[in-house]
């Protein structure tokens, strides 16, 4: 799971019922992300924006995103 989104629901889950989550993915997929905002801050700055303005887009842009790296990755990409 390379999402920080679904690594961060994960980990609450798992510490809310007291147990203990994978460290090492989440801090791979905030690394992934702080990586990304660095490579291109405009694009994370505008996903900001659409979240204030409209949380349905927003989300259904992550989810795109996510989808279509995931698509990548398989291929090789």
Known sequence: MNNVLGCLTVATRQMVRGGAF?????????DGMIDSVIRCP????????????????????????LW?????????L
């Open 22 to 30: 994978n460290q090492d993915q989440l801090q791979e997929s905030v």
């Open 68 to 76: 279509a790296t995931q698509f990548g990755q398989h291929f090789g």
């Open 42 to 65: 405009d694009a994370f700055t505008w996903l900001l924006r659409l979240r204030t303005k409209d949380v349905y887009s927003h989300d259904h842009s992550l989810r795109s995103s």
